[in-house]
């Protein structure tokens, strides 16, 4: 086909461009900034202050007085009245010898006097002249060695006086007692009273082999019981021993 121009006519196409694509820039992406983090600072922690703990002071603990105790009032020391008659016979025997003898007790139907070696006869004499005492009853022997002397007591009563029948009065003496006796050579003796009260005769033979007592002026002073040729410590003093024991 030809057109009016004469020309041959081609086909007018729009001109093909290029795609015009849009800049393909890099995606802008934000900075990448490190993550602000707040500054970490350090903890502040409180000032640990010592703590003050309250002056302790020692406990004031209130003042113990000593417990006043009511205070107890003894009763009153009632003088014992003693019996009448014992103390009767006592004052005699005072009267008589005065600070010779002593009052060792006084107390119903039994009064106790202690007299030295040297007035024992004496005094012996007069519980039976002046008192009616007239006959011994027993005689006992005690062994006292801490106080180095053996005690002699006599038990005295009255047959013949009927106010006497229930009385018994106790006289004592003391010999000296020997570490290593010797009976009838050293000097554990006393004068014998066989000569006042005839009933002391074997009684003071019983003294005399059982304690070593001696009785000066005693006019049979052999054993009673032991042998003759006992050896041995009378057998009644606290240091004799059995042998074999």
Same mark, same amino acid.
């Given at each position: ?26 995606? /802008? ?11 970490? #600072? +350090?903890?502040? #922690? +409180?000032?640990?202050?010592?703590? $003050? #703990?309250?002056? $302790? ?8 007085k000593p417990e006043t105790k009511p205070v107890v009032k003894k009763p009153e020391e009632? !003088? ?8 009767? *016979? !006592? ?16 107390? #119903? ?6 007299? /030295?070696?040297? %007035?024992?006869? %004496?005094? @012996? ?13 027993? &005689? !006992?022997g005690v062994d006292y060695p801490q106080n180095q002397e053996i005690a002699v007591v006599?038990? *005295?009563? !009255?047959?013949?006086?009927? /106010?006497?029948?229930? =009385?018994?009065? &106790?006289?004592?003496?003391? @010999? =000296? ?5 010797? +009976?009838? %050579?050293?000097?554990?003796?006393? +004068? $014998? ?27 049979? %002073? ?8 006992? @050896? ?8 004799? @021993? *059995?042998?074999g024991r």
């Open positions: 086909m030809s057109s009016d121009s004469g020309k041959p006519t081609t086909d007018s196409k729009p001109d093909s461009k290029p795609d015009s694509k849009p800049d393909s820039k890099p995606d /802008s992406k934000p900075d990448s900034k490190p993550d602000s983090k707040p500054e970490s #600072k +350090p903890e502040s #922690k +409180p000032e640990t202050k010592p703590e $003050t #703990k309250p002056e $302790t002071k020692p406990e004031t603990k209130p003042e113990t009632k !003088s014992v009245e003693l019996p009448e008659f014992e103390k009767g *016979i !006592s004052d005699k025997i005072v009267e008589k010898f005065g600070d010779k003898v002593e009052v060792a007790f006084v107390k #119903k139907d039994r009064v106790g006097i202690n007299v /030295s070696r040297e %007035n024992i006869h %004496n005094v @012996a004499k007069f519980i039976r002249d002046g008192l009616n005492y007239d006959h011994v009853e027993s &005689v !006992s006599y038990h *005295i009563g !009255s047959y013949s006086d009927p /106010s006497l029948a229930r =009385q018994i009065l &106790v006289l004592s003496t003391t @010999a =000296q007692r020997e570490e290593n006796p010797i +009976p009838g %050579n050293d000097a554990t003796r006393l +004068p $014998t009273l066989r000569d006042v009260f005839y009933s002391v005769e074997f009684h003071e033979r019983e003294i005399f082999e059982m304690f070593g007592v001696y009785f000066e002026g005693h006019p049979d %002073n052999r054993r009673l019981l032991l042998p003759e040729d006992w @050896a041995d410590l009378p057998p009644l003093r606290k240091d004799f @021993a *059995i042998k």
